[in-house]
């Protein structure tokens, strides 16, 4: 494989899994940026979609139909998880809401496990999706094609919603006071619930494109997933949605370069650097390459 | 604030204040007597690891609780003790079958049981300020997330260590020190350092910054001096309890020293309640309790008329519920900031409500 | 202080009804089971306990031993060392148990053997192939299975004979088991005049091989095939994304890959893999001890026995009885010696002979190949070298 086709290949990588990490992140962001609340239960919508997918695929309904229908449960299932965990603490002090979601966490991932099983179940890929092409020596994989063009288009939408649509600018506007923006009337409630349907419709579509390269589901798959968005999230700009996509891209390739350039026997080290990273990002630029400047926080 | 202002009567007779500091301790001490004589084997398990989970709590209560800074990376340091205390306690002849990749000058190495845990303790200490620095700059969720992230290292480098761990395969061979007259002296260690700082200039300092930082600042009190002592001590005293538990089950590998244990901890303190070290013994003491019953209850069990089938995960639902409802409907915890004031048993003559700063 | 006295009352009728789970039974025969019902190793522990409790069903209908009822008690090791470490300490103090069995990896064995050994408990692994383990854990130890480093060297032979003497070697340095066979494998391909084209590794639980494909694809020749040590979880992801990047040769492993997860998630990709294991569950084409107990398993549990580990359960509680009854007496060091004294016992997955030096029992290979998504035989093989464990 010449060096270009190297470049290439790797650069395919870093975009489809940073596609990936960036929906999730966009998630995080969107509640973080209103409610100042880190939600590790996001990665657990990855999991509630991908369990609901398998379920509807083995009832016999063809994927074109599971997908948005996938997508709509697991909004629900955000709107819920707001409405019963989180709303009865609003107020309380960041660190506990961020507790909170460790809860919710347990409780999900718990629930799956005692109800269906701790056991990974294998997931029918549906063929579109299991397809590789060959250019030369570059291999691209569909499920990596579907998930950055399934990312673009769902960028652009999101954009047009926070500009153009009256709940979108709400967001953007409690998200930037929420005080100002009750004030002025805004509906918070509804607001907020929005965004945690939107989060996890987002986090719905990454679930399943995360299933289809993997092959199976297990209760715990979320885990991962979203302390790496986390990650993302923080680097890029935290709270804002350009941030959180950013933040996807940069991880990615942070991760795929270092893969590739550590010598073998560091390259495992590598998830230990980017949360080293982390920790620098919070102490020089806490608000992310794309957040303002922070004030001294006291 | 102390000796200011009228106060009728604050100092209680000699004898009573004696009686009132000894017993708690005489309560304490009930558990590894227990343990001792007449406890079955399962019972002597759950007080020796009841006396573990409450150092724990306490010395994450240490800095939690009384700077008001939220750490979500102590069981980072739970790991380093355990792992630290095993490999230095080893027979030299284990550690030439189990960890066969251990570089030569740790190779030939073996403490005794006290030496061990203290070099490990020692060891997260050194890792504490050099963690300590720049993080306890930061705020809020700034600091629990790069605290978490220190959480992560530490188990990416636990994973990645072998020769010393063997990664994420078991460890095994660990001597088998820990008993639990050793867990309660080092419980009472912990109790005795967390009000000693509490009641010194140093703890005022602390208390005073957690309250409100902006007035700390003006006074003059050093943000940063005043949170790495604590952080040090409670990184310390973390360690040594993860060597404990180490000595105690004599296996494990880093899931152990993950998230898992890290909400568990955390789900004790602020049950009992932050700030306080009575609070962390009581908060404790139910949700291993708890825990214990629920996970017997987990396996299934047969009432006779009818069977109740295996339901593994409840008992973390049901941890993860009573966690989220302390949050909702009394966060302070079951005691908040205050102590649970033994003096009261012992003064007849009440008059004031005795106030805990 | 009434939520303090709610919360006191709660705790104390949850004890109480916790004592009345497990109450005590008339005087049996107690044999600890340790698995990991759940975890990431489920997929072959929990075929191991039932065919453990199948030959529990069998022995009881049988009379027993010398009359007495044996129970199995059954703990969950949730594939976590710690756990496994508690619940053997259960098994051992709480439900005083003579002997264990369990476990299908080395890592839960070396959780558990140390205490067993502690106790001067017998311990049979149904599963754990680890040749190393009785000198690490010491002489309560016992395997049902064969070591490492026997198949491995099967492996190495039979790729060595059928594809050639280039391999690409990955391996999962997360786990005892994955470590050990690729070692050993190392070994015996080396001793046969194989060359590593290129070695790699993945830690357990990766997701993702993306890296490790490219690296591969980038060799200016391939390999004759491809030697993937990994565990059941990961190996339908692994040879599911290396077939999608367009690598066709032959895959081989251990016992790792009998998991019904690998034609499960890998799906077509599955074939053309080739692994060592402890027996073929093929109803038409396997020997009468596995029709037979094929057949008796599908009765009690409604459904196909998913791979060889379930006979390795069934063999392993049958063989601690056995032993138990020849020992004549609840001792633990009288009964390891029963065990040591086994010589010919009949096991669905091989004969088991042991001795006072001999605490892994030398047993053949069986080399599966996967065609058209069916496991299929490949050989019977006993290897002509193996690496000293």
């Known amino acids: 494989m010449s060096f270009l086709e190297y470049m290439l290949q790797q650069t395919i990588n870093a975009l489809s899994i940073g596609s990936l990490y960036a929906l999730m992140a966009i998630g995080l962001a969107m509640v973080f940026g209103i409610l100042r609340l880190i939600n590790f239960a996001h990665g657990d919508m990855m999991m509630v979609a991908s369990y609901s997918a398998l379920a509807l695929l083995l009832a016999g309904l063809p994927y074109w139909v599971v997908v948005p229908i996938v997508v709509l449960i697991t909004a629900f299932a955000g709107i819920l998880m707001e409405r019963f965990a989180y709303r009865p603490i609003r107020g309380a002090p960041d660190v506990a809401m961020l507790l909170t979601s460790f809860a919710v966490t347990i409780i999900l991932e718990n629930s799956v496990v005692m109800m269906i099983g701790a056991r990974s179940r294998p997931f029918p890929v549906p063929e579109f999706l299991r397809a590789v092409y060959h250019y030369g020596n570059v291999t691209v994989a569909s499920v990596n094609v579907v998930a950055i063009i399934a990312t673009a288009i769902l960028l652009v939408l999101l954009t047009l919603f926070v500009t153009r649509t009256d709940i979108g600018i709400s967001m953007r506007a409690a998200a930037d006071d929420m005080t100002a923006a009750q004030l002025m009337g805004i509906p918070i409630n509804r607001v907020i619930a929005a965004a945690f349907a939107i989060g996890s419709g987002l986090a719905a579509v990454a679930g399943l494109l995360w299933t289809a390269k993997v092959g199976k589901v297990d209760p715990y798959m979320g885990f991962f997933p979203v302390l790496k968005a986390f990650v993302a999230a923080v680097i890029g700009g935290f709270g804002t949605i350009p941030g959180a996509v950013l933040g996807g891209f940069v991880l990615g390739s942070l991760e795929i370069s270092l893969q590739g350039l550590l010598p073998g026997q560091w390259s495992s080290y590598r998830d230990a650097l980017v949360f080293g990273i982390l920790i620098v990002v919070l102490l020089v630029r806490p608000n992310g390459i794309l957040g303002a400047r922070a004030r001294e926080e006291i | 604030m102390d000796g200011i202002g009228t106060r009728p009567e604050t100092k209680a007779p000699d004898w009573r204040r004696v009686a009132a500091i000894a017993t708690p301790l005489l309560l304490l001490s009930l558990l590894p007597l227990y343990a001792t004589f007449g406890a079955s084997a399962y019972e002597q398990r759950v007080i020796i690891v009841l006396g573990i989970d409450i150092m724990l709590v306490l010395s994450l209560n240490l800095f939690n609780g009384f700077t008001g800074v939220f750490s979500l990376g102590h069981v980072g340091f739970m790991a380093l003790g355990a792992y630290g205390s095993a490999i230095l306690s080893m027979p030299v002849a284990h550690k030439a079958i189990n960890l066969p990749e251990l570089p030569a000058w740790l190779a030939g190495v073996e403490l005794g049981f006290l030496p061990s845990i203290l070099t490990a303790g020692l060891l997260a200490a050194v890792v504490a300020v050099v963690i300590g620095l720049p993080v306890l700059r930061l705020s809020g969720h700034y600091v629990a997330v790069a605290t978490l992230s220190f959480l992560v290292i530490v188990r990416v480098v636990l994973i990645n260590a072998t020769p010393f761990t063997r990664g994420s395969r078991t460890f095994f061979g660990t001597p088998a020190y820990t008993s639990v007259w050793w867990v309660y002296a080092w419980v009472l260690i912990t109790i005795y350092i967390a009000w000693r700082i509490l009641r010194s200039p140093y703890g005022r300092a602390m208390l005073a910054q957690r309250e409100d930082r902006v007035a700390a600042l003006a006074v003059g009190v050093n943000v940063l001096r005043t949170r790495m002592l604590p952080f040090v001590l409670s990184a310390f005293l973390t360690a040594v309890a993860g060597a404990l538990w180490g000595h105690y089950i004599l296996s494990f590998s880093p899931n152990a020293f993950y998230f898992t244990e890290t909400f568990a901890i955390i789900t004790m303190l602020v049950v009992g309640g932050m700030g306080s070290i009575s609070g962390s013994v009581v908060g404790t003491v139910l949700i291993v309790l708890l825990t214990e019953t629920l996970r017997e209850l987990e396996r299934g069990f047969d009432l006779g008329f009818v069977q109740v089938p295996p339901l593994y995960g409840l008992s973390q639902i049901l941890m993860a519920v009573a966690f989220i409802s302390v949050l909702i409907f009394r966060r302070e915890g079951l005691l908040g900031n205050t102590e649970i004031n033994f003096m009261r048993l012992f003064s007849k003559r009440e008059r004031t409500a005795d106030k805990n700063e | ?389």
């Open chain 3, 1 to 389: 202080m009434k939520t303090k006295a709610l919360m006191l009352g709660t705790v104390l009728a949850l004890g109480a009804l916790g004592t009345l789970a497990s109450a005590q039974a008339a005087e049996t025969i107690k044999i600890g089971g340790a698995f990991n019902l759940t975890g990431e190793l489920s997929s072959l522990d929990v075929p191991a306990a039932n065919g453990a409790k199948l030959a529990l069903k069998e022995i009881n209908a049988a009379g027993g031993v010398n009359g007495k009822k044996v129970e199995l008690i059954m703990r969950d090791g949730k594939t976590d060392p710690a756990t496994v470490a508690n619940i053997t300490t259960q098994l051992i103090e709480s439900d005083k148990v003579l002997a264990i069995i369990g476990f299908t990896d080395s890592d839960s064995a070396l959780a558990a053997g140390p205490l067993c050994q502690r106790a001067g408990i017998p311990f049979i692994t149904a599963g754990a192939t680890s040749p190393k383990l009785p000198a690490q854990v010491g002489n309560m130890m016992f395997l049902a299975p064969f070591g490492d480093n026997v198949q491995a060297a099967v492996g190495a032979e039979f790729a060595v004979k059928n594809f050639g003497k280039s391999a690409y070697l990955l391996w999962d340095k997360g786990t005892e088991y994955t470590t050990l066979l690729a070692d050993y494998f190392k070994k015996r391909f080396a001793e046969l005049g194989g060359t590593l084209v290129l070695e790699d590794t993945y830690q357990f639980g990766d997701k993702d091989f993306s890296a490790q494909i490219a690296k591969v694809k980038s060799l200016p020749k391939q390999p004759d095939f491809y030697y993937i040590s990994a565990m059941p979880d990961d190996i339908g992801t692994t040879v599911k994304q290396f077939r999608e990047a367009g690598i066709t040769g032959p895959i081989v492993g251990g016992d790792g890959y009998d998991t019904p997860l690998l034609v499960q998630v890998a799906g077509a990709a599955a074939d053309n893999t080739y692994f060592t294991t402890h027996a073929l569950m093929d109803a038409d084409n396997g020997s009468p001890a596995v029709k037979k107990f094929m057949a008796a398993y599908k009765a009690e549990f409604g459904h196909e026995v998913e791979n060889a580990f379930a006979a390795l359960g069934y063999d392993t509680m049958r063989l601690i009885v056995d032993a138990v009854r020849r020992a004549g007496s609840n001792d633990g060091k009288a009964i390891a010696k029963a065990i040591e004294a086994t010589q010919g016992f009949p096991g669905v997955a091989g004969e088991l002979n042991y001795s006072a030096s001999a605490h892994v029992p030398r047993k053949g290979v069986t080399m599966i190949a996967v065609k058209g998504g069916k496991f299929t035989l490949g050989a019977e093989m006993v290897p002509e070298k193996v690496p000293a464990p």
